[in-house]
Nanobody, 123 residues
């Protein structure tokens, strides 16, 4: 059983930046594709970004492409989400996820979830 713990959320003004971190314990993070999802109040959880197990391949939701960057440091069992040019519509709880596979995360195949970290962007 793996545990995922996110940090780095907070309140930021529109146009600002935040970096989220997700530390994996109990399992070796390098075995999993990792990713980030988010859920705004009254909305369904949605995909944000994913990175394969080795860190060489990434993919993003269209809404964050060019503004967010996902990366990982397998030696530290940590995944990051650098968020730049933040907009009010990025306000949500952000969840880290580890997938059953090694290529990319999918909502239907997530094996482990973090507890979430709140990101609030004020306009």
């Amino acid at each position: 059983q793996a545990q995922l713990v996110e940090s780095g959320g907070g309140l930021v003004q529109a146009g600002g930046s935040l970096r989220l971190s997700c530390v994996v314990s109990g399992r070796t993070a390098s075995a999993y594709a990792m990713g980030w999802f988010r859920q705004a109040p009254g909305k369904e959880r949605e995909f944000v970004a994913t990175i394969n197990s080795r860190g060489g391949r990434t993919d993003y939701a269209d809404s964050v492409k060019g503004r967010f960057t996902i990366s990982r440091d397998n030696a530290k069992n940590t995944v990051y989400l650098q968020m730049d040019s933040l907009k009010s519509e990025d306000t949500a709880v952000y969840y880290c996820a580890a997938d059953r596979g090694s290529l990319k995360v999918s909502l239907n195949t997530v094996l482990y979830w973090g507890q979430g970290t709140q990101v609030t962007v004020s306009s």
